[in-house]
């Protein structure tokens, strides 16, 4: 199957920036679809990022302008770069990948959390 470990989480100020990185290995032919997904103390998982194969992308409305999503496909990443940032961006982020294993299978796959701070 396809692993996936994010880094980058933290502690950060308000009004700071923190960028989180996905890096997906195993038998991956193609990665459709990458994104970011948040919960937050209390919440449900909401998605805040994501971007396809071909590059287009859509966002939570509450992060617009301020969070960039990118993907490097030759190393089979994904990364938030995550601006001026809020105290209610405080949750665990969570890097999702869907796609197609080498020999056509298809995975869905999460990686562990990694807990961003927004904190004075």
């Known amino acids: 199957q396809v692993q996936l470990v994010e880094s980058g989480g933290g502690l950060v100020q308000p009004g700071g920036s923190l960028r989180l990185s996905c890096a997906a290995s195993?038998?991956?032919?193609?990665?459709?679809?990458m994104g970011w997904y948040r919960q937050g103390p209390g919440k449900q998982r909401e998605l805040v990022a994501r971007?396809?194969?071909?590059?287009?992308?859509n966002y939570a409305d509450s992060v617009k302008g301020r969070f960039t999503i990118s993907r490097d496909n030759v190393k089979n990443s994904v990364y938030l770069q995550m601006n001026s940032l809020k105290p209610e961006d405080t949750a665990d982020y969570y890097c999702?990948?869907?796609?197609?294993?080498?020999?056509?299978?298809?995975?869905?796959?999460w990686g562990q959390g990694t807990q961003v701070t927004v904190s004075s």
């Open positions: 195993g038998r991956i032919f193609t990665m459709r679809h």
């Open positions: 999702h990948v869907k796609g197609q294993l080498l020999g056509s299978s298809d995975f869905d796959s």
């Open positions: 971007i396809f194969s071909d590059g287009s992308t």
